[in-house]
């Protein structure tokens, strides 16, 4: 993808209105068909609805599809078995879904300027073991296969194969460490990640609490690992992948970026240049779901040289494509390429920046001191809690949040010392500045009223709290005003 320095132009055409009435008809005929059979299913979904509508969701992962995306989802496109690409499949009679996968693919380049994209993969996690397999089959198998004059691997003999067996096994991966943002799937040992590849990590620099590229180069020319992999989940600021790739240049390593939690940002042109990962990426995961707004799924950039080993996802680790769920991301690819969702994208930040200045007017303490990202990361160690009683307390008044490590966290991965705020969701509602500082003053407010509660043994707690009287009631019932003042899905009534 290195030609392509900006992404070429989208359709960046207004996007229909949606007709909400209709997508209710639809939505109530479904429920009732559904109701017919199981009707605990068919409350199951009125009650997601009417949760969503009234939680003020900061999970920075989360996000709320459009209404067309959504009804994209449930219908026989999902009867079909498609295992293999477009036009190459294992089954026959797949036209159909190789207009769905073709278009999917289509939007995907288009989006992000990349050479090559796999609609397949059914989460970010598939999309990253897709990565990581068409990774060692290009920089191993192939070159073991040449060496050994053989087409595929059922040519090699017993001892040739035992011996590429080995040599998978001895690659190495260099990721961003976990308790700096990074991610379980980037080489850590409770990950089939960790158990493929021996990997290190490269932290955050203890003082700016910043990647520190010369320190990442230096780990990567001591360790020379296979593949540098740059990405993170809880990480408030963006990365210079630029800088990045020339460290895989120097060490002769694949560099993958898994862009999941900041997909939008891309998409929406926040992100360009140095901080784009598509031309400076040989492969690029993310999710579909999370800042890009779209289905439950997974997709793959990657360049042509990659692209046939990309290609082996399924069955090499995939199970048959959802080819439901790849005519949903093409739905959602195609909103993204909108001036809207640029916009969007650009609110999502505007707003994780105000948001951190008001958390910060108010006391908070945030890993890195604020954001330039979509999300931020507040270190509540400060108030004498740890992010397990703060995530729960917020719970408590109706504030959805996630508890997250903090780099060198002292409370360890399980109750932590922090807790990641995100603005996706939200801005998807219509939140702006106002809304977030109010948000802002709640969260603030919830946590000066929470106390941990010591244990048993005589040792500050570190589930246990205690949320003075009346917190949680006024802090519900200023949420509920801002929720009703954006309301999610207008005027769909089931
Ligand atoms: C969320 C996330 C994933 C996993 O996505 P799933 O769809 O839940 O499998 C992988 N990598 C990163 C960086 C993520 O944030």
Redesign the pocket.
């Known amino acids: 993808m290195t030609n392509i320095a900006e992404a070429p132009n989208s359709t960046a055409d207004a996007l229909p209105e949606v007709d909400v009435a209709k997508a209710g008809e639809a939505y109530r005929a479904m429920l009732s068909v559904i109701g017919a059979v199981e009707p605990r299913i068919a409350d199951a979904i009125r009650a997601e609805l009417t949760d969503q509508r009234g939680s003020l969701k900061l999970i920075a992962?989360e996000n709320y599809a459009s209404l067309p995306t959504l009804l994209t989802m449930g219908n026989w496109l999902s009867d079909k078995y498609a295992e293999g690409t477009i036009g190459h499949r294992f089954y026959a009679g797949c036209q159909n879904v190789d207009t769905v996968e073709a278009t999917a693919a289509e939007h995907a380049r288009e989006l992000f300027g990349a050479e090559y994209a796999y609609a397949q993969p059914h989460?970010?996690?598939?999309a990253?073991l897709t990565a990581f397999w068409a990774i060692l089959a290009h920089r191993v198998e192939q070159p073991a296969l040449a060496e050994q004059g053989a087409k595929n691997v059922n040519e090699l003999d017993e001892g040739a194969w035992e011996a590429l067996r080995k040599q998978f096994g001895d690659q190495r991966m260099l990721g961003m460490s976990l308790d700096a943002g990074g991610?379980l799937?980037h080489g850590f040992r409770p990950n089939i990640s960790g158990k493929m590849f021996h990997q290190r990590s490269y932290g955050t620099n203890p003082q700016t609490q910043l990647v520190d590229y010369d320190e990442v180069a230096r780990l990567a020319r001591e360790f020379r690992p296979l593949v540098l992999i740059a990405?993170?989940?809880a990480y408030p600021r963006r990365i210079d992948f630029a800088r990045m790739r020339e460290i895989a240049d120097e060490v002769g390593a694949t560099f993958m970026v898994?862009m999941?939690?900041f997909a939008g940002l891309v998409a929406g042109k926040l992100f360009t240049g140095d901080e784009d990962p598509v031309p400076h990426a040989h492969v690029v995961t993310t999710?579909t779901?999370?800042s890009l707004r779209g289905p439950?799924g997974?997709l793959v950039l990657a360049t042509e040289e990659y692209a046939p080993s990309v290609d082996r996802g399924c069955p090499l680790v995939l199970g048959g494509p959802l080819s439901n769920m790849m005519a949903a991301k093409a739905v959602a690819l195609a909103e993204a390429r909108s001036q809207a969702f640029r916009d969007y994208a650009h609110a999502v930040a505007d707003n994780a920046q105000s948001f951190a200045e008001s958390l910060i007017r108010r006391g908070a303490t945030l890993v890195t001191g604020g954001t330039d990202n979509h999300l931020v990361l507040l270190d509540v160690s400060g108030l004498g809690l740890t992010g397990r009683q703060a995530e729960s307390a917020l719970l408590d008044a109706g504030i959805v949040t996630n508890r997250n490590a903090v780099p060198n966290d002292p409370n360890g991965a399980w109750y932590t010392s922090g807790v990641r705020l995100g603005t996706p969701a939200l801005t998807s509602r219509g939140f702006g500045a106002d809304e977030f500082d109010v948000t802002a003053e709640m969260i603030m407010d919830v946590l000066a009223n929470t106390t941990p509660v010591t244990a048993s043994t005589g040792k500050p707690g570190k589930a246990k709290y205690d949320l003075a009287d009346g917190v949680a009631e006024r802090t519900h019932a200023r949420s509920a005003e801002l929720l009703d003042r954006h309301p999610l899905y207008p005027g769909l009534e089931l």
Do not use: E, L, P, V
């Open positions: 992962s989460s970010g996690i598939d990253n991610h799937t990405g993170y989940s898994d999941a939690h999710t779901h999370k439950r997974g």
